[in-house]
């Protein structure tokens, strides 16, 4: 039975780039499992090591979800080609910018309690 399924999707899609999704997959699995651990990560011990580190797999997990977004609404080839190269700029933009800010002011884990505490740094004042 199992041979005959990986029959069907060959005969649908080339068994290549089946295999490549298939490996996509559990990459994209991987990411978002690490992402939720760094998060965490984040709260319980934060550091330099674990900002860098979100700065890479949040762009990461961002992006392959937007691409799946734009290739399931854009149909027209020019535009997808477009928006697609639009989306790896800004992702490649996003890393750099992650990791400068880690690295030259307070970083991802301490931007983000600074936020959290705006609220009640304002109710105290």
């Not at 990411?31 to 998060?39: E, H, Q």
């Not at 937007?66 to 890393?95: C, N, R």
Request: charged letters at 15%; glycine letters at 4%; hydrophobic letters at 50%.
């Amino acid at each position: 039975l199992p041979s005959c399924i990986i029959f069907l999707f060959s005969t649908l899609i080339p068994l290549k780039q089946w295999y490549q999704r298939r490996v996509r997959g559990k990459a994209e699995r991987y990411v978002s499992v690490l992402t939720v651990g760094a998060m965490g990560a984040a709260v319980v011990a934060p550091s330099l090591a674990v900002d860098h580190f979100l700065a890479l797999v949040i762009p990461l997990h961002t992006y392959w979800g937007m691409e799946q977004v734009f290739l399931d609404y854009i149909h027209v080839k020019p535009v997808a080609v477009v928006v697609g190269w639009a989306l790896k700029i800004l992702t490649a933009a996003s890393v750099i910018a992650l990791l400068y800010f880690n690295q030259h002011d307070i970083g991802i884990t301490q931007a983000c309690k600074d936020v959290w505490n705006i609220k009640r740094d304002e109710e105290l004042d």
